[in-house]
Each structure stands twice: as C-alpha cells, then as structure tokens.
C-alpha cells in the first residue's frame, strides 16, 4: 500500500512540474508485468528536466524513479538526447541510488514522416551510487507512430538490470514488450 501511494505521489510531483514548463510531454506505458509514467518539460530551448517511475512484477517486485536533466534536439528529419540521470531502484532484491549518463535517439522515416524508429539507454556506473545499488541499466527500442501532431503511440522493448550488494549478480528487474502514448503540449 506504501509503495502505491509514493507511485501515485511521484506521479502527481511530475504532471504538475511538467506543466510549468515551456514545451512538455507525458507518456504512458504498460507492459505485460509493468506500468511506466513519465513527464518532461523544456525548461529553456534545448534543455529538457524529466522524471519517472516505473513498476514491474517481473521477476522480482521492483519501484524504479528518475530524474533527468538532458540536452535535446528535434528536428523533422530526427529527435536526439543526451544527458544524465539519477535513478533510484526500490525492490525486493535490494535498494539503492545512482548518477549515470545515456540518451535517446529516433529518425524519422523520408517515406512515411509519423513513423520514428528509435530507442533509448541510460547506464549507471558503481562509482556513483548509493546504499545497496552496485550499477544498472535500462535499454528499449521502439516504433512509434504520430496520430496527430501532439499524439504519438508506439509499439518497443525494454529491459531493466541492477546489480545490488548480495552477490548474486545482475537481476533483470523489467523484461519485455510495451504499448505506450506519449501526449506532446
């Protein structure tokens, strides 16, 4: 009940952060063990400030927040990212906190301009954690396409590792396919 409710609270912090924003988006998705919510918002031109959380019942129970700060670019040809991110990982095989880098990059296809191939990866490495966390990572790939300008649906893949103090090696805590919208304002 706890952990619904700072999911919830995480949740409310990122919708109202991202509406003070220039340009935001939110973006939902599910998967078949997990949910992913995420917010960000432009706070001058070429810097996005975002956060999210993520929970999975996918192997182990696990609550993942973010926070990022990244440089961005987006033109119609592409849509580029690189920055860092804080992410903190609550689950059953342990707890713990990290700095790491990674990105995001889609390109638009010349013959069908709503379609975007892309994917995304952030690593953090054990020289910036915290508590029991050693490192993790999480990659994703994803076909999106636009309905509308300000609307996009995709189709992707995730995974999600950490590798905790106890010794038994990296555990994948997100595995697997997701839907998800992303809303632009």
């Known amino acids: 009940m706890m952990r619904t409710r700072q999911t919830l609270l995480a949740c409310l912090l990122l919708m109202v952060g991202a509406g003070t924003a220039q340009a935001a988006s939110l973006d939902l998705n599910l998967g078949e063990d997990a949910v992913q ?24 129970d696990a609550t993942v927040y973010h926070a990022q700060l990244m440089g961005s670019q987006h033109t119609s040809r592409r849509e580029v990212g690189i920055g860092a991110r804080w992410t903190h990982y609550d689950a059953r095989g342990g707890e713990g906190g990290g700095l790491g880098l990674g990105g995001y990059g889609y390109v638009y296809l010349p013959n069908l301009p709503a379609v975007s191939l892309g994917g995304y990866g952030f690593y953090t490495p054990g020289v910036v954690t915290t508590s029991e966390l050693d ?51």
Not at 37 to 60: H, M, N, P, T, W
Not at 143 to 164: E, I, M, S
């Open 37 to 60: 919510f995420e917010a960000a918002g432009e706070v001058v031109e070429g810097i996005q400030l975002g956060g999210g959380v993520l929970d999975s019942d996918y192997r182990k």
């Open 135 to 185: 490192k993790g990572y999480e990659v994703g790939l994803r076909a999106r396409y636009a309905f509308t300008p300000n609307v996009d649906g995709y189709l992707g893949l995730r995974q999600l590792d950490a590798d905790f103090d106890d010794d038994r090696g990296s555990q994948t805590l997100d595995r697997g396919a997701q839907v998800g919208v992303r809303l632009r304002f």
